[in-house]
């Protein structure tokens, strides 16, 4: 299901797709990261630390 707003932006499907599962994904490397149990730092900050890699991942 796509978000209503995102035709509004007029980003085409595989844009959008693509924006989409990596937030997916960035999300899922934070989650995993922590719950690790010698993890202690906020979930805000894994976040944006895999969002970080993902960005530089990209532009490489």
């Known amino acids: 299901m796509r978000d209503a707003r995102i035709p509004a932006r007029r980003v085409g499907d595989s844009r959008a797709t693509l924006a989409a599962e990596a937030g997916i994904t960035v ?3 934070g989650f995993e990261r922590w719950v690790d149990p ?9 976040m944006r630390e895999a969002l970080q890699e993902l960005r ?3 532009a490489a």
Do not use: C, H, I
């Open 27 to 29: 999300f899922r490397v």
């Open 56 to 58: 530089a991942v990209t």
């Open 38 to 46: 010698g993890e202690q730092r906020p979930m805000p900050v894994l």
